[in-house]
């Protein structure tokens, strides 16, 4: 797994456990398997039946296929309106365009990170050569909600390279920790958030654990990218594709299993929370407001063409 590995454990800042209560396990959810875009494969933990809920969350898919030539797809240009779309790319490479000038190429540990607020039109396609030559694409994409206040807040985008996550260690140096957002203890990660959230991507050896310290106010989730371990206080088995749901507290703990047979020979983890904005949530495929009639009006609005059109040129 490319994504950014530092060589030298030893220099990066230590996660330092705090005390408190360490949060459990209160449900672990299967993924379900799909197509998206253009037909490209993904799983998504969420919303599916029976987690239909992640507030403030909206989606989480992980996006993992090996290419042949000609295979590959994306998502072709379509609009949003009312949240953010985050993407983290851990293999491969994808190309963004949006109609308010943003986009570029994210690789192997880079993040792109899109605020549709008020509206906007985007595309997100493989690079020609994962077309041409095929091979291995692997990342994930998290819609993350807008609050009601921001829901009108002009669109925005960030590329995130790799090099620029926070990178830290656990106390024993069994695991590597990418923050792309938010706070884990005194570290912040460099992503911008309209709604308070943490997000890390998270490397366990064989048999290590991981104890991190959690806002008391988030809401607490761990994705497994893949191979196998345990989650929470009691120890929860938790397996590729699976997502851990926590309860309430001030800590979250993943641990690895003592062997692992996945391509990086880690467990690899996406941690994820966020404050609960407790807002009414009305959606329809790529808008999510707060009400049906912002709805109908976000619909009215890009068939009107006031999301913005397709431009010939994109910075960067």
């Not at 992640?54 to 042949?68: I, R, S, T």
Request: hydrophobic share 40%; proline share 8%; charged share 20%.
């Amino acid at each position: 797994m490319p994504a950014v590995t530092p060589t030298d454990l030893l220099v990066l800042p230590r996660i330092t456990a705090t005390g408190g209560r360490s949060r459990t396990v209160t449900a672990v959810v299967d993924s379900h398997r799909t197509l998206e875009g253009a037909g490209f494969p993904v799983r998504r933990p969420f919303p599916i039946p029976g987690m239909t809920q992640a507030d403030p969350f909206l989606l989480l898919d992980h996006m993992l296929a090996a290419y042949e030539p000609h295979e590959a797809k994306g998502a072709p240009w379509h609009p949003h309106r009312g949240f953010e779309t985050v993407t983290y790319l851990i293999d491969g490479t994808l190309v963004h365009h949006d109609s308010n000038g943003g986009g570029g190429v994210i690789g192997d540990g880079d993040t792109q990170w899109m605020t549709a607020g008020s509206g906007i039109l985007h595309d997100e396609l493989p690079s020609e050569e994962l077309v041409v030559k095929g091979g291995r694409f692997d990342g994930v994409q998290l819609w993350v909600n807008l609050p009601k206040a921001a829901k009108w807040t002009p669109p925005r985008y960030q590329d995130i390279k790799g090099e620029r996550l926070t990178m830290l260690s656990s106390d024993d140096g069994g695991a590597i920790v990418r923050l792309i957002a938010g706070r884990i203890g005194a570290h912040e990660g460099p992503g911008l958030t309209h709604t308070p959230i943490t997000l890390a991507h998270a490397s366990l050896s064989p048999g290590a654990r991981l104890t991190v310290p959690w806002s008391r106010d988030f809401s607490a989730m761990a994705y497994v990218l893949s191979g196998d371990g345990r989650a929470g206080e009691d120890d929860r088995p938790l397996g590729d594709a699976q997502l851990a749901v926590f309860g309430a507290g001030d800590s979250l703990t993943v641990t690895a299993g003592r062997e692992q047979h996945g391509r990086t020979g880690r467990f690899e983890v996406l941690l994820l929370g966020g404050l609960p904005l407790h807002e009414p949530v009305a959606r329809y495929g790529p808008f999510v407001m707060n009400t049906k009639a912002e709805i109908l009006q976000a619909v009215e609005d890009f068939q009107a063409g006031r999301m913005g059109t397709v431009p010939a040129t994109h910075l960067g």
